[in-house]
């Protein structure tokens, strides 16, 4: 059973490697392999179908899909993997303090912290738009008000069980401080299950990015961010398919990749314990 799980856990791992390394490479050397500038217009005849010339076509203003899509990916990842480091180190750092504090503080957490889990992200993001107006980084903002609280529910219960084991006792009882057991104790345990969540998490947080800048809540046109492309070509769904088939294709993969990695990863290290 345990060489099926490893042998899962595998493949997986190495999908979500390839998947995901693949549209971050992509997104990375956009500027050199995209055959046109994503906001040039009257590159080709408007709502022209895919051709040699156009690979996934042109919008209504004439500009290339296929410039606009990669593009887009440099848009989409970078803002989602910026707001992703602070979700997961701002989680990460809240939830250890608090179950290394004392009892009082850590119910206090507790209890914001599951209040946060079962609030959604969306509704955050929504408030914060209509507050400040639609655009990426307010969106952004208002999802990581809410997302860290994942990671600090994690983070606490993975530090509280490693302060309470007999190792960490027996070292708080010859003196050591807390900074010291966390360092030593808690992170080896942390690592592995952040990393899991993280990519999990990557993929709702691009789905949820894309998802309100296909309502006019997050990025805006001109911009090449994927839910907005999708927001654009919405119109023209019927008459030229190929303007949301490209962006929502490039959504669909990456999130399957950041799934694909977060699954493998967890079977590999239920394997490994």
Known sequence: MSAFSEGKGTVLYMTGVVITGGMVVLACAAPWIAPYDPALQLVGKPLSAPSAEHLLGTDKFGRDVLSRVLHGGRLTLLFTALALLGIVAAGTVLGALA??????????????????????????????AGIYGPS???????????????????SRSLVRQALASRSAQTALALGANRGLLLRREAWPRLRGPILV??????????????????????AQPPSPEWGAMLQEGRAALWSAPHLVLGPG???????????CLGEGLRDRLEVAG
């Not at 009892?103 to 929504?126: K, Y």
């Not at 990426?136 to 994690?154: D, E, I, N, Q, S």
């Open 99 to 128: 179950a290394a504090a004392g009892r009082s503080v850590d119910r206090l957490a507790t209890n914001i912290i599951d209040l946060l889990v079962a609030f959604p992200a969306v509704i955050v993001a929504l408030a914060f």
């Open 136 to 154: 990426l980084g307010v969106v952004l903002t208002g999802v990581m008000l809410v997302m860290w609280a994942p990671f600090a529910r994690l």
């Open 197 to 218: 969540l993280a990519a999990v998490e990557a993929g709702q947080l691009i789905t949820v990015v894309a998802g309100l800048s296909f309502l006019g809540l997050g």
């Open 249 to 259: 294709f490039a959504v669909l993969v990456t999130v399957l990749g950041l799934t």
